[in-house]
């Protein structure tokens, strides 16, 4: 195969931009056949690309190798099995789907592991969390004593969340921010530091923003080895911060402001005395700004990336079947917020489902209708995926 002949559901903000990359031909070997959307979203779309109303047709019409899902998250789950069942590799949109037992059927559906199933993580190209990876993982900074990271500047207004009407309810989102602006962050956190063996969620619903869902999160994470994690979002601060602080036994690292900052301790902290006479000082640090080299590729990064993956069997950045766990540490979250307990991980994949459904069975909620003139619309949100 010289090149992979792929198929876009969803073209809405996200699928538009992948379908102009891909016609303007920015990833090598993948090239754009068919696009798949509800009609309106289909008018005006190039004479050459094949149109479907119907994931399925899409999958079953024989002129795809691959599909990419860019749909609202509740479909993800569906078409990913429908489209690995017939053979096709895949490229799923993040959240990998709403809940942590939907993220389990799409992985018990990927049997032919000759196919590739990747998500779209593509903060995971970012130079400056792949050196972060690199110093936790190579043992630079030590044991992770604890880890906090404040991500409030994902800003949105109303009048975003009246854009669709899927956005910001139980049925057609599963949540609020945690599923759809954190799904990044969740997964670097995975990536990262691993997964917790406790959360405990504290949610407000609708604090900034007249929506059913969470637009303001603080959750604590526990890890095996006492770890402390704090994982602080919103949607409605502003200005937000995007601080993430880690805390090792070599020291402490603070990544915010396109800047990486190691303050470096002279001596491991399980070596410092509180017995000596000069236990009133602080122990000595070198402080650092680790150079940090290149640009992070995102999007496109991610697509060439699943290419190559496809045609030369390139190790893939961020495999699909890693998307669930943020999936579950966002259900957790919720889940905690909900029950106000402390949720043991793992989470229990079946209960979280019930619970999520009861919550779209009972809403009721209404959405105000988006303004007709002034404000922000979604599109002015398209660059801060
Ligand atoms: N990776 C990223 O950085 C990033 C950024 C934005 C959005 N996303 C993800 O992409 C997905 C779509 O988000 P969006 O902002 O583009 O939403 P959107 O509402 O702008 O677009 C969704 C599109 O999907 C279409 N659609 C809905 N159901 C469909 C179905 N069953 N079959 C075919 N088409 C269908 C809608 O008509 C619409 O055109 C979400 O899961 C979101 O989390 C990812």
């Given at each position: 195969?010289?090149?992979?002949?792929?198929?876009?559901?969803?073209?809405?903000?996200?699928?538009?931009?992948?379908?102009?990359?891909?016609?303007?031909?920015?990833?090598?070997?993948l090239e754009l056949v068919a696009v798949c959307d509800l009609p309106p979203a289909l008018e005006g779309v190039e004479e050459d690309l094949a149109k479907f109303t119907d994931a399925g047709e899409m999958i079953a019409s024989g002129k795809l190798d691959a599909i990419h899902i860019?749909?609202?998250?509740?479909?993800?789950?569906?078409?990913?099995?429908?489209?690995?069942?017939?053979?096709?590799?895949?490229?799923?949109?993040?959240?990998?789907?709403?809940?942590?037992?939907?993220?389990?059927?799409?992985?018990?559906?990927?049997?032919?592991?000759?196919?590739?199933?990747?998500?779209?993580?593509?903060?995971?190209?970012?130079?400056?969390?792949?050196?972060l990876k690199d110093l936790l993982d190579s043992g630079e900074l030590g044991e992770v004593r604890r880890v906090q990271w404040n991500v409030t500047d994902w800003f949105?207004?109303?009048?975003?969340?009246?854009?669709?009407?899927?956005?910001?309810?139980w049925r057609g989102e599963g949540g609020g921010v945690l599923l759809n602006q954190c799904?990044?962050?969740?997964?670097?956190?995975?990536?990262?530091?691993?997964?917790?063996?406790?959360?405990?969620?504290?949610?407000?619903?609708?604090?900034y923003h007249q929506i059913e869902v969470e637009d303001d999160v603080s959750a604590y994470f526990r890890y095996p080895n006492g770890c402390n994690a704090?994982?602080?979002?919103?949607?409605g601060e502003a200005p937000g911060v995007n601080r993430l602080e880690v805390v090792g036994e070599q020291g402490l690292v603070r990544l915010e402001d396109g800047t990486l900052h190691f303050r470096r301790n002279r001596t491991p902290m399980s070596e410092f005395s509180n017995e000596t006479p000069s236990s009133f000082t602080q122990p000595e640090v070198w402080d650092t700004t680790i150079p940090v080299d290149g640009e992070a590729?995102?999007?496109?990064?991610?697509?060439?990336?699943?290419?190559?993956?496809?045609?030369?069997?390139?190790?893939l950045i961020s495999p699909a079947i890693e998307g669930i766990h943020s999936v579950e540490l966002a259900n957790a979250v919720l889940y905690s917020a909900w029950q106000n307990e402390t949720i043991k991980l793992p989470l229990d994949s079946s209960a979280y489902k019930s619970e999520l459904q009861d919550r779209i069975d009972k809403s009721t909620f209404k959405k105000r209708e988006?303004?007709?003139?002034?404000?922000?619309?979604?599109?002015?949100?398209a660059k801060s995926f």
């Open positions: 195969m010289e090149s992979v002949r792929i198929g876009l559901v969803g073209l809405g903000n996200m699928g538009r931009a992948h379908k102009a990359n891909l016609l303007a031909g920015k990833v090598k070997g860019a749909t609202p998250h509740p479909f993800h789950c569906d078409i990913g099995c429908k489209a690995l069942e017939a053979g096709l590799h895949v490229m799923m949109e993040k959240p990998l789907a709403v809940h942590k037992a939907e993220c389990e059927q799409l992985i018990a559906a990927y049997k032919d592991k000759s196919k590739v199933l990747a998500a779209m993580f593509n903060q995971r190209t970012d130079p400056l969390y792949r050196k949105r207004t109303q009048e975003y969340y009246a854009s669709g009407g899927w956005r910001a309810t799904p990044h962050n969740l997964d670097l956190f995975q990536w990262m530091f691993g997964m917790p063996s406790e959360v405990h969620g504290f949610c407000n619903f609708g604090r704090l994982f602080v979002t919103s949607t590729g995102q999007h496109l990064e991610i697509l060439q990336n699943f290419t190559n993956a496809i045609l030369h069997g390139e190790t988006p303004r007709k003139t002034g404000g922000a619309s979604a599109d002015d949100f």
